[in-house]
């Protein structure tokens, strides 16, 4: 029975991919990263210090460079 | 006292009292035979002074003092009192509150949330540490923040088992995480004591509440009293979705701060991790567990904005009280 979802992934407008579970995520380089936590944010915007997880950077771009 | 065994951690002892009232509680608290009727209608005579008893009251709830009988935890005259402190403290926190924040719609509330976080313009702690700071500044600050990271999360996890399934389930989800996903070496508390004991200062619990000024005893004591009462659930999670929005940013600073001034890598650590959970936690504090509190119970709108709202403010009077301190 399901009727509270609870997806796999979530987007997050402006922000992050929300990952729940433990998968492996690539980055632009091709480099493979496993997740290490419960739920994870894969970044969207590119401008992460921490490719390719969200470190909230997204939050100063000005609203038309979020994704 | 009686011996505990092999493997006992001894707890703090009580604290310094800031008054007459918290010295006649602590005194009563101690002895033995003892006499609390005494000091349940006891005025503080300073909001040191209420907020260093309140401290204590609430201490016997997370893990208590070695010289004081954990029997005292539920004693209806320390519960008395504890009532009457917490209610000039809830009462001043909402008199600060200058807005009732701007109410529940469901499509937008995480936008609402976000939007309203930034628009606190409040000081940062953070920018100090990353760019100007000297060292003695900065193991001030840990030392002050010991008094909450050692026991982080603990009182948002008393609104657990007030929650129905889709917020209870999301805040769970969090606080798994905060409490290492099943690795007790990557519990956030534990993180903090290793940085603690790595830059030479003291991973005891409580070890420095004595030198903390009482804007942090705020902090700590509104996150206990939100947590303890099931009437405050929505303040509860209003404030750790505020916690957790003003974190991912000022732990990359700090961590920038502590590499500059070349302190122990372990205490960057802490703060490395929390850049990279805080921004999964933002998104989960905002849009599964407030904005999942607010489908079930949209009554708690008025005070999920005043919990997120003092956590904000008590952060700015903490922040503005030390760069004056340390300006001067
Ligand atoms: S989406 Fe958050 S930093 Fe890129
Ligand atoms: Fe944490
Ligand atoms: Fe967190």
């Known amino acids: 029975m399901s009727d509270l979802d609870h997806p796999d992934g979530v987007i997050c407008p402006g922000g992050p991919l929300l990952l729940r579970g433990d998968h492996v995520v690539t980055d632009a380089q091709g480099r493979p990263h496993r997740t290490t936590r419960p739920v994870s944010a894969v970044c969207r915007c590119g401008k992460s210090s921490r490719q390719p997880w969200c470190d909230g950077t997204h939050k100063v771009l000005p609203p038309q460079a979020r994704p | 006292m009686t011996p505990r065994g092999v493997g006992y951690l001894p707890r703090m002892l009580t604290p310094k009292a800031r008054g007459s009232l918290s010295e006649r509680l602590l005194e009563a608290i101690r002895a033995r035979p003892r006499d609390l009727a005494a000091v349940v209608g006891d005025e503080p005579e300073s909001v040191d002074d209420e907020q260093i008893a309140l401290w204590a009251l609430y201490e016997l709830h997370h893990h208590g003092f070695e010289d004081v009988d954990d029997a005292l935890e539920w004693h209806p005259d320390l519960l008395a009192l504890r009532r009457r402190l917490e209610d000039g403290f809830e009462r001043r926190l ?37 760019r100007t700071a000297d060292v003695e500044q900065v193991l001030d600050l840990f030392r002050l923040r010991s008094v909450y990271h050692l026991k982080e999360s603990d009182s948002t996890a008393w609104a657990v088992p007030r929650l129905r399934a889709r917020t209870k389930a999301a805040l769970v989800e969090l606080l798994y995480d905060e409490y290492g996903a099943g690795d007790p070496d990557r519990v956030h508390a534990h993180l903090f004591a290793r940085g603690l004991e790595a830059c030479g200062l003291s991973s ?19 996150m206990t009293l939100f947590g303890l009462h099931r009437r405050l659930r929505g303040a509860a999670l209003g404030h750790l979705a505020a916690f957790e929005v003003t974190s991912s940013l000022p732990s990359r600073r700090m961590s920038q701060g502590i590499a500059r001034l070349g302190l122990a890598q372990e205490m960057a650590d802490y703060y490395d991790e929390h850049v990279e959970a805080d921004a999964v936690h933002e998104q989960l504090a905002v849009r599964t567990i407030c904005a999942g509190l607010l489908a079930e119970e949209p009554h708690l709108a008025g005070d999920v904005w005043f919990g997120a709202w003092s956590c904000l403010d008590l952060e700015d009077r903490l922040a503005r009280r030390l760069l004056s301190e340390w300006a001067a």
């Open chain 2, 94 to 130: 909402r008199s600060r509150w200058p807005s009732p924040g701007p109410g529940f719609r469901t499509e937008t509330f995480a936008e609402d949330f976000f939007a309203f976080v930034e628009g606190h313009d409040g000081a940062s702690l953070a920018a100090h540490v990353q």
């Open chain 2, 204 to 222: 005891e619990y409580g070890a420095y509440v004595d030198d903390v000024p009482v804007e942090v005893l705020e902090q700590n004591n509104a």
